[in-house]
Each structure stands twice: as structure tokens, then as C-alpha cells.
């Protein structure tokens, strides 16, 4: 006993180390920092969406309708930072609550998805057989039609609508996740320690969650973290098409949809959201690819 103890307290101290290097070399890294950063304003904004905006997002003002940017007008009189659009709304306002959607819809469905791929890879992986065949049959299955078709052909069945959204994304994108699990565990699986815990009687349960998850939990993370930026893409498509969040709410799809119809008079209704859209995925691209980068051993040789 006191011997697993040292073991343990050696590898929590080890564990720690590495942490603290990964995020030591992020400082170095331009590109990390500059997604790390860019993720950060996505996440703050949304977070303190009522404490920095400077309207209300449905405040509308019909005489203001399709106001420039205040360091765009030549008369000085706007109040609106990057513009109104086509309700007088301002624009810096629903962006920043738009953040809000986009952040929610990107993190909620890719948790739905991880937890279910997760399970059924490890499940496939694991106990192969008749489990994995079945398992990697289904993914086959859905990975044959594209994915947006099977999403339009969902959302028009049980309509639009903000958790129905979140639902579709999270239950199409488990195959990822079950492909990835699936193939590390099988290799993880024999494994010295694995072969020692189910000679002691550990059960199925206890070796998947104590050996065969901690040790594909990084790539995991870096799959969630890079997904997280698709399906943001994807909210923002379906969105646009009116299959996706309710139009009442801000949502950046809403406004490019809205905004493509004033592209040519009054270009910062579409602009302004699309470059909030183009950021925050970037940024969630870069840390994806720097932890990619970290965790990956391939990549380092």
C-alpha cells in the first residue's frame, strides 16, 4: 500500500510538471498565444455580454436604421460603434451577445458528442468483436451522407430552434470521437498495466475509466477543442438558411442572413459579424493545432 502511494503521489508531481511546461511553451508560441487570446475575448464577451454592451440587443430605433460606423460617419452623429442594422439595432451589441449563441451551441454539442463517441469507442475498442463491428457499422453508416444534408433534413423535421440545434450537432459528430477512442485503446489494451489490473479481477468498467481513458484523454481534448470551431461554422450555416437558432435571438447567422441584403449600401451589417465568426474560429483552430502539436509524439520526431 505504501508503495502505490508513492507511486501515485510521483505521478500527480510528474503530471503537474508537464502542465506547467505545455503552458510555459504556449508563452513562446505566437501563433498559440494569439488563439489563446482570441478564444479568451469570445469567452469574456459572452460572459460579461450585459456588463460591456453598450445597448440592449433588441433596442431598436427605426431613425437610426442602417446608421454607419461613428469613425465611418462624416457628420459625427452616430453613436454606433460598428453600425446599425436594418431595425436600427446596434450591431457592436448584438455581436457581442451573439457570442454568447455561438459559444453555447459550440461547446454543449461537442460535450453531447464527445461523451457519446467516447463511450461507444471505448465500448468498440475494448471489447471488439461483435461490439466494435456494430458500432464502427453505424459510423460508416452516417459517415456515407453529409453531414450538413443529414442536419438541414433534421432541422426541417423538428424545426428550429436553439437546444434543437445543439441536439443535432451533438449526436452528428460521434464518430469522430468513437474512431479516435477505438483505435487508441485498442493499441492501449495490451498494454503491461492493463493486462496486470484485469489479472487482479479490476472490472471492465474500472479498466476503461482508470487505464484506457486517462491515456487518450489528450487527444480527446484536442478533437473537442478543434470541433468546437466546426460546429460554430456549422450553427452559423444552418442559422443563415433560417434552420437553425430562432431569429429573435442574436445570433451571428441571423445577421449575415440579414445582412446580405444591404451588402452594397450598407456593407457593416454582414462585415462585422463575419469577422467575429472568422475569429473565434481561428482561434479555436489554433489552440487545437498547438495542442496537436503538444500531444502528439509524431509530431515531435
Same mark, same amino acid.
Given at each position: 500500500m505504501l508503495e502505490v502511494t508513492i507511486v501515485n503521489d510521483t505521478s500527480t508531481k510528474t503530471s503537474k510538471k508537464k502542465k506547467a511546461g505545455i503552458f510555459k511553451k504556449a508563452t513562446k508560441n505566437v501563433w498559440a498565444l494569439i488563439g &489563446?487570446?482570441?478564444?479568451?475575448?469570445?469567452?469574456?464577451?459572452?460572459?460579461?455580454?450585459?456588463?460591456?454592451?453598450?445597448?440592449?440587443?433588441?433596442?431598436?430605433?427605426?431613425?437610426?436604421? =442602417?446608421?454607419?460606423?461613428?469613425?465611418?460617419?462624416?457628420?459625427?452623429?452616430?453613436?454606433?460603434?460598428?453600425?446599425?442594422?436594418?431595425?436600427?439595432?446596434?450591431?457592436?451589441?448584438?455581436?457581442?451577445?451573439?457570442?454568447?449563441?455561438? =459559444?453555447?451551441?459550440? &461547446?454543449?454539442?461537442?460535450?453531447?458528442?464527445?461523451?457519446?463517441?467516447?463511450?461507444?469507442?471505448l465500448i468498440a475498442g475494448y471489447f471488439g468483436k461483435w461490439a466494435d463491428d456494430l458500432i464502427m457499422r453505424l459510423g460508416?453508416?452516417?459517415?456515407?451522407?453529409?453531414?450538413?444534408?443529414?442536419a438541414i433534413l433534421m432541422m426541417a423535421i423538428i424545426g428550429n430552434g436553439l437546444w434543437k440545434l445543439i441536439i443535432v450537432l451533438g449526436i452528428s459528430n460521434w464518430v469522430g470521437f468513437a474512431r479516435l477512442v477505438r483505435g487508441q485503446v485498442m493499441s492501449v489494451k495490451e498494454m503491461e498495466y492493463v493486462q496486470a489490473a484485469r489479472s487482479i479481477g479490476?472490472?471492465?468498467?474500472?479498466?476503461?475509466?482508470?487505464?484506457?481513458l486517462p491515456n487518450v484523454a489528450s487527444?480527446?481534448?484536442?478533437?473537442?477543442?478543434?470541433?468546437?470551431?466546426?460546429n460554430i461554422l456549422l450553427e452559423a450555416s444552418l442559422t443563415f438558411i433560417g434552420l437553425g437558432v430562432d431569429p429573435s435571438i442574436p445570433a451571428w447567422g441571423?445577421?449575415?442572413?440579414?445582412?446580405?441584403?444591404?451588402?452594397?449600401?450598407?456593407?457593416?451589417?454582414?462585415?462585422?459579424?463575419g469577422i467575429a465568426i472568422m475569429m473565434t474560429v481561428l482561434g479555436f483552430n489554433l489552440v487545437g493545432d498547438w495542442l496537436r502539436d503538444e500531444f502528439d509524439p509524431n509530431l515531435k520526431a
Amino acid at each position: 500500500m505504501l508503495e502505490v502511494t508513492i507511486v501515485n503521489d510521483t505521478s500527480t508531481k510528474t503530471s503537474k510538471k508537464k502542465k506547467a511546461g505545455i503552458f510555459k511553451k504556449a508563452t513562446k508560441n505566437v501563433w498559440a498565444l494569439i488563439g &489563446i487570446l482570441l478564444v479568451l475575448i469570445s469567452i469574456l464577451s459572452a460572459t460579461f455580454a450585459p456588463v460591456i454592451a453598450p445597448f440592449e440587443p433588441d433596442q431598436a430605433d427605426l431613425r437610426a436604421r =442602417l446608421a454607419p460606423p461613428s469613425w465611418a460617419d462624416e457628420s459625427g452623429e452616430s453613436p454606433y460603434l460598428l453600425g446599425s442594422d436594418q431595425v436600427g439595432r446596434d450591431l457592436l451589441t448584438r455581436i457581442i451577445y451573439g457570442a454568447r449563441i455561438s =459559444l453555447m451551441v459550440g &461547446i454543449i454539442s461537442v460535450l453531447i458528442s464527445m461523451v457519446i463517441g467516447v463511450i461507444l469507442g471505448l465500448i468498440a475498442g475494448y471489447f471488439g468483436k461483435w461490439a466494435d463491428d456494430l458500432i464502427m457499422r453505424l459510423g460508416d453508416i452516417q459517415l456515407a451522407l453529409p453531414f450538413i444534408l443529414i442536419a438541414i433534413l433534421m432541422m426541417a423535421i423538428i424545426g428550429n430552434g436553439l437546444w434543437k440545434l445543439i441536439i443535432v450537432l451533438g449526436i452528428s459528430n460521434w464518430v469522430g470521437f468513437a474512431r479516435l477512442v477505438r483505435g487508441q485503446v485498442m493499441s492501449v489494451k495490451e498494454m503491461e498495466y492493463v493486462q496486470a489490473a484485469r489479472s487482479i479481477g479490476a472490472s471492465h468498467i474500472r479498466i476503461m475509466r482508470k487505464h484506457l481513458l486517462p491515456n487518450v484523454a489528450s487527444s480527446i481534448i484536442v478533437l473537442a477543442t478543434l470541433n468546437v470551431a466546426v460546429n460554430i461554422l456549422l450553427e452559423a450555416s444552418l442559422t443563415f438558411i433560417g434552420l437553425g437558432v430562432d431569429p429573435s435571438i442574436p445570433a451571428w447567422g441571423s445577421m449575415l442572413a440579414d445582412g446580405r441584403n444591404y451588402i452594397d449600401s450598407a456593407w457593416w451589417v454582414a462585415t462585422f459579424p463575419g469577422i467575429a465568426i472568422m475569429m473565434t474560429v481561428l482561434g479555436f483552430n489554433l489552440v487545437g493545432d498547438w495542442l496537436r502539436d503538444e500531444f502528439d509524439p509524431n509530431l515531435k520526431a
